[in-house]
């Protein structure tokens, strides 16, 4: 799934859930589900060697200012301090693909990190179908900001 669903999902479980026993937690199961769902993200085909790793960073990278410029306009924009819940929600809802990261372009995985890139692996579902895999994407992002402005 792409770093904006996960993302906004963390802030926002760190905007009703602002304590971070209960946000650091949620934003990493939420982050499971989410990719139990068929997605597509930048990293699509990278396996099948119809992408190529240089062009996933660089899209992934891209994606990540739009990630950091959405969570500050829907939970930053109008607070004069830095709601630091909301930004370590979101860190933590994007935190299991930054673990799998060395694997998947380095092709370097430390021990301690092996068991929790299996774990991801178990729930991970991509789809090449475009349509199917942002469709459920598009409706995260809208329900919460609608649920943000209600």
Known sequence: MLSIPH????AFVASQFPTPAFYVPGA???????DWI???DFGTGLSTGKRKKSTAILLE????VVTFGLIYWVFQRGHSEIQYHIWIGGLM???????????NFLKWEPFFLKPLNEFHGLFHNST??????LLPQILTVAVIIWLVNW
């Open 7 to 10: 993302a906004l999902t963390g």
């Open 28 to 34: 990493f199961a939420f982050h499971y589900l989410q």
């Open 38 to 40: 068929p997605h597509w």
């Open 61 to 64: 990278l891209c994606e990540l």
């Open 93 to 103: 809802g994007i935190m299991p693909d930054f673990i799998e990261a060395p694997r």
């Open 128 to 133: 090449h179908n475009k349509f199917v895999g």
